[in-house]
């Protein structure tokens, strides 16, 4: 007795096997696309807190004070013209304000969605921790800390420097 439809049904698992590969390729594609823009963040963060770091140590008469707290911020938005354009009225203390609104300014200007910087002081020393923070996982929100958290879904640059 002949067998019929036999080859209707290879070619059948033959598309079948070709559909997952192509469903397959496109995952992968965009993983891709999703990876190679986070990987664009992580660069523009890592200028960023680098860019701060610079900053510190450029007014190192206030940065490396062990009183001082003026480079310290939560990432608040914060305006100081005091040093712009003229050095009249710029002391260490204005510089460190302006440093920081020019910052902060620069990361809101950025390609990080949802950007946040935030500076904070190891008490009593002149080491610093630049943490620059945004929203990874493009939910609307931006989960901020004291350190950068391995399980959290939005992408932060950690840069811990002494001056």
Known sequence: MAQKGFTLIEVMVAVFVLVVGTLGMAGMQAVSVRESQNSI????????????????????????????????????????????GTTANCDEVAMASYDIAQWQTQIANSSLPSGVGTITRNAGTSEYTILVFWDEDRDGAVVTGASCNSTALDGCIRLVIQI
Do not use: H, K, W
């Not at 770091?53 to 008469?61: I, K, M």
């Not at 480079?71 to 040093?83: I, M, P, R, S």
């Open 41 to 84: 963040f992580r660069s523009q963060a890592d200028i960023l807190a680098a860019d701060m770091a610079d900053r510190l140590r450029a007014n190192r008469a206030d940065a490396a004070d062990p009183l001082s707290t003026n480079y310290e911020t939560d990432g608040t938005a914060v305006v100081d013209d005091a040093c712009r």
